[in-house]
């Protein structure tokens, strides 16, 4: 049996943030379709608060590649034994070519994904 094709693909696998008490910290993942389908993404978090991450919403056209930037917010204090336990999930879909990101009503874009 072949395996599943993967609709979207992610680079880095894994988010590592330079931590600095009081300072921003960035990173990017780049994001690439590997379909001839266009695909809507979102980004969730276990802690929201706690990112900024820009695009958290977007379509992508065959074959398209974008960079989300995930923004760590200052922090008043370290984290408990310098661990992080915060996680991320990418859902994506195949959606219509004519779909608009913008127009598309909250509810709808759950229902896609």
């Given at each position: 049996m072949a395996a599943a094709q993967h609709l979207i693909s992610v680079h880095p696998e894994e988010l590592k943030f330079r931590f600095e008490l009081?300072?921003?910290s960035c990173c990017d993942l780049k994001v690439t379709n590997n379909t001839e389908h266009h695909v809507l993404f979102k980004v969730k978090t276990t802690s929201p608060k706690?990112?900024?991450?820009r695009p958290n919403i977007s379509m992508m056209h065959p074959w398209d590649s974008c960079v989300i930037r995930v923004t760590l917010q200052?922090?008043?204090e370290y984290p408990l034994n310098m661990q992080c336990k915060d996680k991320f999930l990418l859902l994506s879909t195949v959606v219509p070519p004519n779909t608009s990101v913008d127009a598309l009503p909250e509810d709808t874009v759950?229902?896609?994904i």
């Open positions: 009081e300072k921003l706690k990112y900024f991450v200052a922090q008043r759950r229902k896609y």
